[in-house]
């Protein structure tokens, strides 16, 4: 989108020419539409469970359950889903919002990568266990330089979703690469893999490969865009490699901490 902008050139109380000026407003246009479209999501994503807490409480108030213990639990547990997806929508939008205006301080610090891994591993056990995925440790002894709290919410983020991706009885890995001052960290799993068309919108806010899938798994669609956000914060990079069928690659640098 070209807005041109005529300018008379007047010299000595005299029109002596027209100059045309070009501006290229595309990318105003594209902001505008990105956050309408911002907005939009976000209502929507809102509205679903705030209308399933609604339907399902409703049945429930009016009495129609009394005599069905069974199926009244079923539905309080259906209202409790919901409200914690809501939880997590609003955390995210949170998150997201606070790293976009650049009001967070990173509380910088040398972070060894394997205990932060080690760390994440801990907290999604259970949810590996369950699917019977095996989670590895095959890095180095790499220092990092972050915000321990931070890098830790990008780990969470990555190996949730290699563990979320991924059939019954696969694998992830996490293994580290020194790069000059930088330390890469490789997330990989053997998950379902991602189409090649789609890499490219990977990290926006609300994309999501498979909307139906996504949800079931109780995602938000804004984990790897908080996830890119931190990591440009930090000064470094992250990218993504995938085969669709076999599993995906995802992988950041953050500067070394030293040895
Ligand atoms: P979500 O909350 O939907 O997981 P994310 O922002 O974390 O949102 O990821 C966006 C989308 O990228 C996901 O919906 C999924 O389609 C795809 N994705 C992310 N990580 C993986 C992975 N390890 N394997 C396959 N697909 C992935």
Do not use: C
Not at 35 to 59: C, K, M, W
Not at 176 to 191: H, K, P, S, W
Not at 219 to 236: D, E, F, P, R, W
Request: charged share 25%; aromatic share 6%; hydrophobic share 40%.
């Amino acid at each position: 989108h070209i807005l041109v902008h005529w300018v008379p050139l007047v010299e000595q109380a005299r029109l002596a020419g027209v100059v045309a000026v070009f501006h290229d407003i595309t990318d105003i246009r594209n902001l505008e539409k990105v956050r309408r479209d911002f907005v939009a999501n976000v209502s929507h994503e809102l509205r679903t469970p705030v209308a399933v807490i609604q339907g399902y409480a409703e049945t429930l108030l009016s009495g129609a359950l009394d005599t069905d213990p069974e199926r009244r639990d079923r539905f309080l547990g259906i209202i409790h889903a919901h409200a914690q997806r809501l939880t997590n929508l609003i955390g995210d939008l949170l998150t997201l919002s606070e790293l976009e205006s650049g009001v967070i301080k990173l509380d910088l610090e040398r972070v060894t990568v394997e205990a932060a891994v080690r760390q994440t591993f801990l907290l999604l056990e259970q949810k590996a266990e369950a699917k019977g995925i095996a989670m590895e440790y095959r890095g180095g002894k790499e220092a990092v330089l972050a915000d321990r709290g931070r890098i830790e919410q990008v780990l969470i983020n990555l190996l949730d979703n290699a563990v979320k991706y991924s059939r019954e009885g696969g694998k992830v890995e996490v293994s580290t690469a020194r790069e000059g001052e930088m330390v890469r960290i490789l997330v990989q799993d053997t998950g379902i893999g991602i189409p090649e068309k789609e890499l490219a919108r990977l990290f926006e806010r609300f994309y999501r490969v498979d909307q139906a899938r996504s949800r079931e798994e109780g995602g938000t669609g804004l984990g790897l865009s908080i996830v890119k956000h931190i990591i440009q914060a930090h000064g470094g990079a992250i990218s993504v490699q995938s085969n669709p069928g076999e599993g995906s690659v995802f992988s950041f640098t953050l500067r070394t901490g030293g040895n």
